[in-house]
Structure formats: structure tokens, C-alpha cells
């Protein structure tokens, strides 16, 4: 089965602590995103990479961090930086990070809730 | 400055009507204009996604239509069903991939 995989799916984390959300995918794409959902604002770029060692920040990447060593993985670390982190956080993936845009591939999502 | 706004932010429709959803845009550089649906809980999905060199696509009961002079593009779903209740999110990306969303629209089907 290919798809993208998230986990944990659920996750709660005290305050001053970091935390690591996995995000690995199988469909062999070039490019990988993380979003963050909170209720009524839609989806917000947070960071995304378009090839393996490379990363780029998105519209709201404070108090977060990423690593791309391998393809098919591109895990999040949200720090205790960030200072309103419960949301909805969602991984994707993409078949080409340049030339013509594409669909994005989600997957099924972290919530996050701080204690 | 939000460059995909989209309307409404909720909409109730009775089975079997249509529903439409509204986005316009500003970065006349998009060159693609996909639909994702959501159910609570999940992670998006791809419904149905246009290009700017055409102005409407058809796919089953969900249809884009595509108005590149006044950048906005829009989703009909015809004989809406109780199984289309869901939050879709309109999208806009540039040759990158990056996209923006917006804020999207929670559309319930009554039966």
C-alpha cells in the first residue's frame, strides 16, 4: 500500500518540552510540506523540501525545525519556542518540487495538544 | 495579505441541490487550482484540480469553473449528497509546488 504515514496520531506534550512528529512516505516523491490546521484558518505552510538535505521555511516556521536526510522521511520538531502549539499537523507529499505544480498527497494527520 | 480567499465559510444545502463554493486569487503566476476535501479528522484529499489554459473540468458530479480575467475559480457539486458533508479547501500553486489555501468551506448535505 503506498500512501504517506503520521504518527503519532495523537500526542500531548507539557509545556517547555519538545516533540518529534514523524512523517514518512512511500510513493517515491521528491517533495514533502508541513502544514499546521487550526480551526477556520485553513492550511499554513510551516516548512517544506524539495530534495533530500534541503528545506526551506514556510509562512509560519518560528519554533520549528526539520531534517530531510532521506527521502521518504521528514520529521517535525516543534520547540518549546513555539509558543501556541496545539493544532492539527499535517504531512504531504508531492511528485515534483520544481517544474509544474502537482497534486499534494496528505496524510492522516497529528494532533497535537499541550498540557 | 491572503492570496487565496475563500467563500463561504460554511453552507447548508438540501440533498440533491448544488452546492458552489467560491475562490479568488491574486498571483496571476499560479498555474494550478486544485480542490481537496476533507472529513474531520483526516487529512485532505484531491477532489478534482484545474490548469489556468482551460475553463472548466468535469469530473463526475464535481465540476471547476475556471475565470482567468477575474481570477476566480469556483466548485459546483451537483445533486449534493449527505456523503459530501465535509470542509473543502480551495488551493493555488506556483511551479514549485508550494500551495496556498484557503481557508475553507464546511459544506453539510441535509437529507
Known amino acids: 500500500d503506498g500512501g504517506i504515514t503520521q504518527s503519532p496520531k495523537y500526542l500531548f506534550r507539557k509545556e517547555g518540552q519538545n516533540v518529534t512528529l514523524s512523517c514518512e512516505q512511500n510513493l517515491n516523491h521528491d517533495a514533502m510540506y508541513w502544514y499546521r490546521q487550526d480551526p477556520g484558518q485553513g492550511l499554513r505552510l510551516i516548512y517544506y523540501?524539495?530534495?533530500?538535505?534541503?528545506?526551506q521555511k514556510g509562512d509560519i516556521a518560528e519554533g520549528y525545525s526539520v531534517s530531510r536526510e532521506k527521502k521518504e522521511s521528514f520529521p517535525l520538531t516543534v520547540t518549546s519556542a513555539q509558543k501556541n502549539p496545539t493544532a492539527f499537523y499535517l504531512c504531504?507529499?508531492?511528485?515534483?518540487?520544481?517544474?509544474?505544480?502537482?497534486?499534494?498527497?496528505f496524510g492522516p494527520g497529528t494532533r497535537l495538544t499541550v498540557l | 495579505q491572503q492570496q487565496v480567499k475563500q467563500s463561504p465559510q460554511s453552507l447548508i444545502v438540501q440533498k440533491g441541490g448544488i452546492s458552489i463554493i467560491n475562490c479568488a486569487y491574486e498571483n496571476t503566476a499560479f498555474d494550478y487550482f486544485p480542490w481537496y476535501q476533507q472529513f474531520p479528522g483526516k487529512g485532505p484529499a484531491l477532489l478534482i484540480a484545474i490548469r489556468p489554459d482551460v475553463s472548466e473540468k468535469k469530473e463526475g458530479r464535481f465540476t471547476i469553473s475556471f475565470n482567468k480575467s477575474a481570477k476566480q475559480f469556483s466548485l459546483h457539486i451537483m445533486d449534493s449528497q449527505p456523503g459530501d458533508s465535509a470542509t473543502y479547501f480551495c488551493?493555488?500553486?506556483?511551479?514549485?509546488?508550494?500551495?496556498?489555501f484557503g481557508d475553507g468551506t464546511t459544506l453539510t448535505v441535509k437529507p
Open positions: 504531504a507529499s508531492s511528485v515534483t518540487g520544481t517544474g509544474l505544480a502537482d497534486t499534494q498527497y
Open positions: 488551493a493555488a500553486s506556483l511551479n514549485a509546488g508550494k500551495s496556498t
Open positions: 523540501s524539495q530534495i533530500v538535505n534541503d528545506f
